[in-house]
């Protein structure tokens, strides 16, 4: 059964940084693609930035620049270095894995990020 568990989140002021960190169990973490997906209160779900099996990166024009992106595959996680909050980041935040073969989709059960003063 695959797991994925957030921790990270929490209240910051803006201009402030967090790490988000998720760790996967159950599966073979390095033959999926990894990611950060948001979801504001009204807001459909978002991609905030993903990285491939081959370590290649993309990241939403919203959070570029301040936001990195990082795999770790011996142990098994994925994190979400965040610089320069902003109050528009203010959102849950969810890990996420895709097996762009087996189409394999699995999701974390998120962390709330809250960028106010």
């Known amino acids: 059964q695959v797991q994925l568990v957030e921790s990270g989140g929490g209240l910051v002021q803006p201009g402030g940084s967090l790490r988000l960190s998720c760790a996967a169990s159950?599966?073979?973490?390095?033959?999926?693609?990894a990611g950060w997906y948001r979801q504001a209160p009204g807001n459909q779900r978002e991609l905030v930035a993903r990285?491939?099996?081959?370590?290649?990166?993309e990241l939403a024009d919203s959070v570029k620049g301040r936001f990195t992106i990082a795999r770790d595959n011996a142990k098994n996680t994925v994190s979400l270095h965040m610089n320069s909050l902003k109050p528009e980041d203010t959102a849950v935040y969810y890990c996420?894995?895709?097996?762009?073969?087996?189409?394999?989709?699995?999701w974390g059960q998120g962390t709330q990020v809250t960028v106010s003063s």
């Open positions: 996420n894995l895709q097996n762009r073969l087996t189409m394999a989709n699995y």
């Open positions: 159950g599966t073979i973490f390095s033959m999926y693609f």
């Open positions: 990285i491939t099996v081959k370590g290649e990166f």
